[in-house]
C-alpha cells in the first residue's frame, strides 16, 4: 500500500513539473524591452502598467524584446 501511494505521488510531482514548462510564459518590460520567465525577481518588482504578457519566446524576440540577464529565457 505504502508502494502504491509513493507512486501516485510521483506520478503527481512529474505531471505537476511538465505542466509547469509547458505552461511557462514570459512578461517583458515595456520600458526595459527585456523579457523574463514568469518566476524571475524582476516580475515582482515589474510596474504593472509596463507588463507585457507573451506566450512563447519568440514572440518576445519577434516584438523586440531582449532576454533578461538574470533568468535567461
Known amino acids: 500500500m505504502k508502494k502504491f501511494f509513493a507512486a501516485i505521488v510521483a506520478v503527481l510531482v512529474v505531471t505537476a513539473t511538465v505542466a509547469t ?13 527585456k523579457f523574463h520567465v514568469s518566476s524571475c525577481s524582476f516580475v515582482d518588482r515589474m510596474n ?26
Do not use: L
Not at 502598467?49 to 533568468?71: H, L, M, W
Open 21 to 33: 514548462v509547458f505552461a511557462t510564459n514570459y512578461v517583458g518590460n515595456a520600458n526595459s524591452r
Open 48 to 73: 504593472p502598467n509596463n507588463r507585457v504578457d507573451f506566450q512563447s519566446r519568440d514572440e518576445a524576440i519577434n516584438a523586440g524584446y531582449v532576454p533578461c540577464k538574470r533568468c535567461k529565457p
